[in-house]
């Protein structure tokens, strides 16, 4: 049974750091993509951040960079998500996705999700 085991989350102040965490239990990672996603309401839901397994390639959305980071422990088969530099506007509840590639390592669809974590910063 595969299972997407997200932690890490909660209420935070505009400026604050959160570290998400998800760990994948059940399946391989190989030729795979880990990364997280984020749905807030009345916003439609937006990619976050990605890390290529085989390759190691990172790929980040555009309000994430500079203050969000991607890693991973092989040994666990986990992603972790260190957000920093927080805004209102972050708040969402944030989802650990396996994804499948294309040939050429683009994205090609979510094969697992996690349940969600939420992330809320306040003001």
């Known amino acids: 049974q595969v299972q997407l085991v997200e932690s890490g989350g909660g209420l935070v102040q505009a400026g604050d750091s959160v570290r998400l965490s998800c760990e994948v239990s059940?399946?391989?990672?190989?030729?795979?993509?880990m990364g997280w996603l984020r749905e807030a309401p009345g916003r439609e839901r937006e990619f976050v951040a990605m890390f290529l397994w085989r390759s190691g390639i990172r790929y980040y959305e555009e309000f994430a960079k500079g203050r969000f980071t991607i890693s991973r422990d092989d040994a666990k088969n986990a992603v972790f998500l260190q957000m920093s530099d927080l805004k209102p506007e972050d708040s969402a509840a944030y989802y650990c996705v396996v994804m499948s590639l294309t040939d050429d390592n683009r994205p090609h669809g979510i094969e697992e999700w996690g349940k969600g974590t939420l992330v809320i910063v306040s003001s």
């Open positions: 059940g399946r391989t990672l190989e030729n795979h993509a």
